[in-house]
C-alpha cells in the first residue's frame, strides 16, 4: 500500500508514520520541514497555508491519504480537490468537537455538526475541514472523530503532566470520583484504525475513542505511580472543593471533566468504531510506553505551540489537600 501522510513528524502523524512503516507500506510524508523526517519515508515538502504550497503534490498516486490538519480549513479542501483523481481513499482526522452542544452522554455519529463559526475556531476549522474532504472523496472520505488522545510523543501535555507530577511523589491531589470512567485512544492504536480503514475502503464518520468505562481514573493514576515508581500518595477530592477553589478541568487538572463537558468528550458510542476494526492497547501499555519515551529525553514534553500550558498551581494543589 502506498500511503500519503500529510503531516507526520509529531504526534499523531508521527504515530501514523511509525505503523504504516511497519506494516510494510511505501510512505510518503508532505509537511512544512520543521523536523527531521523519519527514515525509511519519501519526504515532500510545501506550507498548505501558503499561496502555491501544495505544488509538492501535483504529482504521484496513493492508496490512502492520512491528514492530521488542525487550522484553517481550506488547507484540507484544497488538499482533498488536488488529489480526489490520484488518491483511492482520504482519512481526516477530525475531532468530537464538530458535534453542534450540548451533545447528550452516548451520542453517537449522527449528532448534529456544528454550521456556524460562533462554535468557536477549532470545532468550526474541523467540521468545514470535513466537509472539504467529502466534497472531493464522496464516500471515500474517512472522518475519525476523535476526543482524547494519548501515548508517546504528545505534544499537549496531558498525560506527561500527570506522570511528572506523580514522579515528584508526596501526596497528589486526584479528582473525584475515582471510578470516574473515561474514553481516550492511544495514538498508535488511532494510526493502526486510520490506516485499515482506508485500506479497506471505508467511508464517512466514526467516533474513534475507547468505550466508556474503558479505563477511569483511577486506574490511570495508579498505573501512573505505579510505572514511575514513585512514592506518591493520591488523595482523592471530589469535584466541588476542587472547583471551588477555581481550578478548571481539563486545564489545571487534565483529563479529568464534569458536567456537560464530561458527557461531551468521554460519553460517546463507539460500537461503530469498534465494528470496523478499532483495537485497544491497554492502558497500562499506554502509561508505561509515555514514561518511557518521557525518560528517553530528560523528562520534558516538547509542547506544540498553539495550546496553552497545563497543570496545577502547586499552592492551589496544597491548599486543596490540607
Sequence with gaps: ????????????????????????????TFNRGSHEPQPGVTALRGDRSAPDGLVALEHGEWDVVIDTWSWAPSAVADAAALLAGRAGHYVYVSSRSVYAGPVPFGADESAPVVTSPDAGEYAWNKAEAERGAVAAFGDRAVLARVGLILGPYENIGRLPWWLTRI????????????????????????????????????????????????????????????????????RWVEAEPILAAGVTPWMDLPIWLVGDDYDFLHGADVSKAVAAGLRLRPVEETVADTWAWLRSIGGQAPMRPDRPALGLDPQVEAQLLS
Design 1 to 28: 500500500m502506498r500511503v500519503l501522510v500529510l503531516g507526520g513528524t509529531e504526534f499523531a502523524g508521527r504515530a501514523v508514520v511509525d505503523e504504516a512503516l511497519a506494516l510494510g507500506w511505501q510512505v510518503t
Design 167 to 234: 514522579a515528584r511523589g508526596g501526596p497528589v491531589l486526584a479528582p473525584g470520583p475515582a471510578d470516574l470512567a473515561l474514553q481516550y485512544v492511544d495514538a498508535r492504536d488511532l494510526a493502526q484504525w486510520c490506516l485499515r480503514a482506508g485500506e479497506r475502503g471505508l467511508g464517512g464518520a466514526f467516533n474513534v475513542v475507547s468505550p466508556s468505562g474503558y479505563a477511569t481514573m483511577r486506574g490511570l493514576l495508579e498505573t501512573c505511580v505505579k510505572v514511575t515508581g514513585s512514592d506518591a500518595e493520591l
